[in-house]
């Protein structure tokens, strides 16, 4: 089933701009697998050469964070779910 | 609770006028205006996040309030940093800060900390301090903020902003989670633009810094809930607030000590950064280079509102992102065909970033020194220091 993936403001830029997309998967790892293989640049974003989700980037499944999930990426998703990507930002002072 | 002493406070008569509206309010009252008297604050940071906070924490009655910042305001930072104003362009930011915070707040004692916050000074700078407030603008002053405060048990106040988004939470309040748990590392240096590359609304971190502010002013009081465990997004765009849960991470390494975090954050020293660094051309090479009516591409890798404010005659437009995602790198080749390759941007660092690209695709080019604001100190007095 497709479930609905929100893009940050800074990784827009590789995905067209928008800012959700519609993804198929049956886990958290396989949807994000798909948004990479429909939007390649995002790939060094997120993930490592491993394939592990990166350290400043968090996945959300709805509002919980995928590595306090019990399966964490292998998560399955069978209902409606909302899948947030929120990268680590440090704007705010003198810049 | 936070550990506040009141025994010593006592309010005037002009204060009592001046906190009314706090006095009447029942989670307020006397004894809340008294912790707030009590409570000191110190605050990285004056720039958008700080501004805002630093004047509702001094109209609030805060009693102490520490500004750490070693910046001079510019007027590039007055489109967001409120506290400033166009009289203080060219002064020191703490000075600039506190002579609006005691404009507001004449009861309120400001201490002026005119210093880069760096792991040998952390410590002794938070000790006296009861909340610590992270306003600042980058990776390594983060980590090191968070990491003080876990070794010292202090509250860090959290709140950061990227173009229309922000973040906002409390770390380390009452046994909770810490930055290390919500981010275990920064990303490299150069994958995500700062805001002086990418733009930030001016209004996003007045909301994001009031939120911060609020939060201070409760842990102060004692009352309510605070963003402890949880991470709020707010998008100034779709004006949206969404909350997500944040918790303790059993696999974060335990805090005992400060370190580099320049180097954790990859960012290289001075000496490594020399050495690799591409060839260079002065803005006077280029001139002559025009004057004489040499054979070159300038090629600008800003994007293209900033090539809207200025440009330098004769110069092609193709961003970075561009060259980053591939079919930039094929429009520089098409336009060289032998002749010189010069890139610039505004002050030279993403002009040296598409470099490096292009020296892997086998095109070599040189990298305009300071970019086009040393142009404009050099020869177009109409190029704005944007």
Redesign the interface.
């Known amino acids: 089933m497709a479930v609905t993936v929100l893009i ?3 990784l827009r ?2 995905t067209d701009n928008l800012e959700a997309v519609e993804v198929e998967g049956e886990t958290v790892a396989a949807i994000l697998q798909n948004l990479i293989t429909r939007y390649g ?1 995002l790939k ?2 997120l993930l490592t050469e491993g394939g592990q989700i ?5 996945i ?1 499944v709805n ?3 995928v ?2 999930l019990e399966q964490g990426q292998h998560t399955p998703i069978t209902g409606p779910a909302v899948i ?1 990507i ?10 | 609770m936070l550990n506040v002493d009141t025994s010593q406070v006592s309010l005037s008569r002009e204060e009592m006028e001046r906190f009314s509206r706090h006095l009447i309010l029942p989670e307020v009252g006397l004894e809340g205006q008294k912790r707030l008297k009590a409570g000191k604050v110190l605050c990285i940071g004056t720039g958008g996040l700080g501004s805002p906070l630093l004047l509702y924490l001094a109209a609030a009655g805060v009693g102490r309030i520490g500004i750490v910042d070693f910046d001079v305001v510019d007027t590039s930072n007055l489109q967001r940093q409120i506290i400033h104003s166009t009289s203080g362009v060219g002064k020191p930011k703490v000075e600039s800060a506190k002579h609006r915070l005691l404009e507001i707040n004449p009861y309120c004692q400001v201490d002026v900390y005119n210093v880069a916050l760096k792991a040998n000074n952390a410590l002794d700078l938070f000790r006296d301090y009861d909340v610590i407030v992270d306003g600042t603008d980058n990776f390594p002053t983060r980590y090191l903020v968070n990491d003080a405060c876990v070794i010292l048990g202090k509250p860090n106040v959290y709140g950061s902003i990227f173009r229309f988004e922000g973040q906002a939470t409390v770390f380390n309040y009452q046994d909770g989670p810490h930055y290390r748990d919500l981010y275990p590392e920064p990303p490299p240096p150069g994958l995500v633009p700062s805001c002086a590359e990418g733009g930030v609304l001016g209004i996003l971190p007045g909301i994001i810094g009031v939120i911060q502010a609020t939060e201070t002013v409760k842990i102060l009081l004692g009352v309510g809930t605070t963003l402890s465990g949880r991470l709020l997004l707010y998008d100034a765009l779709k004006m949206s607030f969404r909350e997500l849960k944040l918790r303790k991470n059993p696999a974060t390494p335990p805090v005992t000590e400060l370190i580099d975090y320049e180097q954790f954050c990859g960012i290289p020293t001075v000496s490594e950064t020399k050495p690799a660094a591409v060839e260079t051309i002065t803005v006077h090479d280029l001139k002559a280079r025009m004057d004489a009516g040499k054979d070159f591409v300038l090629v600008d890798v800003r994007n293209p509102n900033e090539y809207d404010i200025c440009r330098i005659p004769g110069s092609v437009l193709i961003p970075l992102p561009d060259i980053e995602q591939g079919p930039g790198i094929e429009k520089v080749r098409a336009l060289l065909n032998g002749a010189e390759l010069i890139v610039h941007c505004k002050s030279g660092m993403r002009s040296a970033r598409a470099l490096g690209i292009l020296a892997q695709a086998g095109i070599v080019g040189k990298n305009l020194e300071g970019g086009i604001l040393a142009w404009g100190d050099a020869y177009d007095p109409s190029v704005p220091k944007y």
């Open positions: 940050p403001t800074p830029p590789y640049d060094r974003h990166r350290n400043f980037v968090n959300y509002d919980e964070d590595r306090h947030s929120v990268p680590s930002i440090a704007g705010g002072g003198h810049a």
